[in-house]
């Protein structure tokens, strides 16, 4: 019989805690970004690749939403046919970013709508990275870059569900 525990606190709390868990007898499904890419620890779709959960060590690791759902969707056509090559457009929630994000948002909208502010005037402090020199506002807007850039041009997202799809894929 299996002790199980949840794990969803982020990284950091998921870095330091889990592995007491895992040493008092627990197995840990953890739904942060933390321990999906360490090579010991098996990232698991049940629909994709069930058979890796006998491969874990006390830690089963949890994809990224996206790539949970991307890897379900296109599982029986990879089964059927195979695939070479994966193209993905992912659009994100403001609320993704937090609820910061959706205030200013909100305030965006207000500026343009009751204040008559054109968009490149309309205050922008978050999106679409915290994290990023420059902002932009959302309000009447899409952006096509989620998180920072990496050193390829691809932004962390985008590298996230490539490592992972990689990962489940065993590539």
């Not at 592995?19 to 994709?48: C, M, N, W």
């Not at 060590?57 to 296109?74: R, S, V």
């Not at 679409?128 to 997202?157: M, V």
């Not at 590298?159 to 799809?165: D, F, L």
């Amino acid at each position: 019989m299996w002790t199980l525990l949840f794990s969803r606190a982020g990284g950091s709390v998921s870095e330091t805690f889990v592995p007491y868990a895992v040493k008092a007898g627990a197995v840990v499904v953890d739904d942060t970004s933390h321990f999906r890419q360490h090579p010991d620890v098996p990232l698991v779709i049940p629909e994709v690749n069930a058979d890796a959960l006998v491969a874990n060590k006390g830690i089963i690791a949890c994809p990224n939403c996206l790539t949970i759902q991307m890897m379900i969707a296109l599982e029986p056509i990879r089964h059927q046919w195979g695939i070479e090559r994966i193209i993905v457009s992912t659009y994100q929630a403001v609320s993704g970013a937090g609820q910061s994000a959706i205030f200013e948002t909100l305030s965006q909208y207000e500026q343009v709508l009751h204040q008559g502010k054109m968009p490149k005037e309309v205050t922008a402090c978050i999106l679409p990275s915290a994290g990023d020199k420059k902002h932009y506002p959302i309000a009447f807007n899409a952006l096509p870059q989620i998180d920072l850039f990496t050193d390829n041009d691809y932004t962390y997202e985008e590298m996230k569900i490539t490592k992972e799809t990689k990962k489940n894929y065993g590539r």
